[in-house]
């Protein structure tokens, strides 16, 4: 957990794509405290922090938990689909989000580039336990790879990014959902990666990642 302190004449932005964030705690956020914006970063192991979970959906390994693979895949014939989920924990109650991104880091691809967006999980679910089948062990999906609108996941994307090769971050602005998952008019169910339809396949660091930099992170101001 990195948390940094800017007084309210300083302006304040997320990290820049090819930035790795630090390891340090410069602040401690207070929810009575004023006139000031704090920027914290959630990603896994850094600074202490072990709130995310990740894994991927697998039309061809349908009851195969892939949870401990080192990427999260995206794509094929939108065989493969992303799950993330980010505890909020650390938030302090009642603070006020102007805006929040998810960000990944891109390691490969097929040669391919593809529009990918991040919706809504509706259901809960166990990245630990979740295949392409099951949300969590003994509960089906909706619709197999968390396809169901309405019930497994929202129809439209959160947000959109359109690749431009690897070996970079992309972000996801999900500044909306955040905000409802702290002030809990929504339950914290995460977020699923899915691509439009394309041959292509695109690989992200995932939380079990050796590079910790590398790692997904909810980057929150």
């Not at 609108?149 to 690749?163: F, H, K, L, Q």
């Amino acid at each position: 957990l990195v948390i940094t302190y800017r007084s309210e004449e300083n302006a304040v932005s997320t990290p820049a794509a090819t930035a790795s964030p630090a390891l340090t705690a410069t602040a401690t956020p207070s929810a009575t405290q004023t006139g000031g914006v704090f920027t914290v970063t959630l990603q896994q192991g850094a600074g202490g922090y072990e709130g995310a979970e990740d894994t991927f959906l697998y039309q061809w390994l349908p009851d195969t938990s892939l949870c401990r693979e080192v990427s999260v895949q995206v794509g094929y014939r939108q065989q493969k689909a992303g799950l993330l989920t980010f505890a909020l924990d650390s938030i302090p109650s009642g603070a006020t989000v102007t805006r929040a991104t998810l960000q990944l880091w891109a390691t490969g691809w097929g040669g391919q580039d593809m529009t990918l967006g991040a919706h809504r999980v509706l259901c809960t679910n166990g990245p630990g336990q979740a295949t392409w089948t099951s949300a969590r062990d003994g509960v089906p999906w909706g619709l197999p790879g968390c396809n169901g609108i309405g019930s497994d996941r929202s129809a439209e994307a959160e947000s959109n990014v359109t690749t431009n090769g690897i070996n970079k971050w992309y972000s996801l602005d999900v500044t909306q959902l955040v905000r409802a998952w702290l002030d809990a008019s929504l339950e914290n169910h995460g977020v699923l990666l899915r691509a439009t339809y394309s041959v292509g396949v695109f690989y992200f660091a995932s939380a079990e990642s050796s590079m910790l930099d590398r790692r997904p992170r909810l980057v929150i101001t």
